[in-house]
């Protein structure tokens, strides 16, 4: 029977650039993904690269700040690979901020004041808000196109795939990890990563914490390419600019377990916030919507890190992160499933900790 060095539960772009990582590395990788690969959270993301005091737990950011650094190499690295485009855009955010933003006491020291220079002439500015507008040097990126340039380069690299055919247990051998049970068949491997998102609490033998926290979006077509150039985010929606020409408006955060389903009500709540904010948009055509659903833990914090069973590993819970900590959680993982010690100290993101 065939084995592999590790075997990465999750196709997303969490499992996908650590498998990536791995195979640099020299191991040989197997992603075990239960569906179509990258079409989960990953494809139902905006892409902001948030890297805000003012939204980033304290906890995280370290974390969020290193990986927005790398950004620009490892989009650079997977459009080089794949020869596919993955629309990092660096206009930077602005960022209408929510009274509670306001009230922090982090919030002057930490957001340089909104200029002329960044305006968005077709940006309706919310009364009484007017003076409260800033200026983020934060970027974008089109998850759709990055987790796509990520799989064809795994494949590239010779990364092994089974797709839909879901894992349903980690097995282990004499207390050790020696593989993993999916539905159909079963793959061998003295190391194991769950890297399952809002589905890896479903997959032993650790009982993770995670859930799934569903958000909804939709996707208007522009009357010009150039209508907006930021992100907005506001405390009425986040409006997310593309190269071409579409602009994605999201989201909610709904607690309702594995529904997947988009509410015609939300979808038009989303919409007339867009409109409210750039009134222009009255002229753009809907182009879809959907929901998905993001991985939730207890501390709205990832999982990372070895577990208390000898070669299984855990990558999961990034909640609405994924995105932006791609790139650390793949090379910090990699550290680690290496027997090395890790840039940055993951100890409070360790599963120990529930």
Not at 20 to 49: D, N, Q
Not at 63 to 70: G, Q, V
Not at 135 to 161: H, I
Request: net charge neutral.
């Amino acid at each position: 029977m065939k084995t592999w060095d590790v075997i990465v539960i999750g196709s997303g772009i969490i499992g996908l650039s650590l498998s990536i990582a791995l195979r640099k590395r020299g191991a040989t990788v197997l992603v075990v993904e239960r569906g179509e690969p990258g079409r989960e959270a990953s494809y139902a993301a905006g892409g902001m690269l948030v890297d805000c005091p003012l939204e980033t737990p304290n906890s995280l950011q370290a974390l969020a700040s290193a990986s927005a650094k790398m950004y620009p190499e490892f989009a650079h690295e997977l459009e080089l690979e794949s020869g596919m485009k993955v629309d990092l855009r660096d206009f930077g955010t602005i960022l209408i901020p929510s009274d509670e933003h306001i009230a922090t006491p982090q919030f002057k020291a930490n957001l340089g004041r909104f200029d002329s220079e960044h305006e968005e002439p077709e940006l309706q500015k919310p009364l009484g808000l007017e003076n409260r507008i800033f200026y983020l040097k934060e970027r974008s990126v089109d998850p759709r196109a990055l987790t796509a340039a990520a799989f064809k380069t795994a494949k590239l690299r010779g990364v092994d795939f089974s797709s839909g055919d879901p894992a349903t247990g980690v097995d282990v051998s004499d207390n050790k990890i020696s593989g993993v049970t999916t539905t159909k068949t079963s793959f061998r491997a003295s190391k194991v990563v769950n890297c399952a998102g809002a589905w890896s609490g479903q997959i032993g033998p650790s009982q993770l914490p995670t859930r799934p926290v569903k958000g909804q979006m939709l996707c208007l077509a522009m009357p010009s390419r150039t209508l907006l150039k930021h992100v907005i985010r506001s405390p009425l929606a986040y409006l997310i600019p593309r190269s071409d020409g579409r602009l994605l408006v999201g989201a909610t955060v709904e607690e309702v377990g594995f529904d997947k389903r988009t509410v015609p009500a939300t979808i038009q709540r989303l919409h007339q916030a867009a409109l409210k904010l750039v009134p222009k948009l009255s002229e753009a055509k809907i182009l879809e919507d959907w929901a998905g659903l993001r991985p939730g833990t207890p501390d709205a914090l990832p999982i990372l890190g070895a577990t208390a069973m000898h070669g299984y590993y855990v990558a999961t819970g990034h909640f609405r992160d994924g995105i932006l900590l791609a790139p650390i959680t793949s090379h910090l993982m990699a550290d680690v499933i290496d027997g090395r010690q890790p840039q940055y100290d993951i100890a409070p993101f360790s599963l120990s900790r529930f």
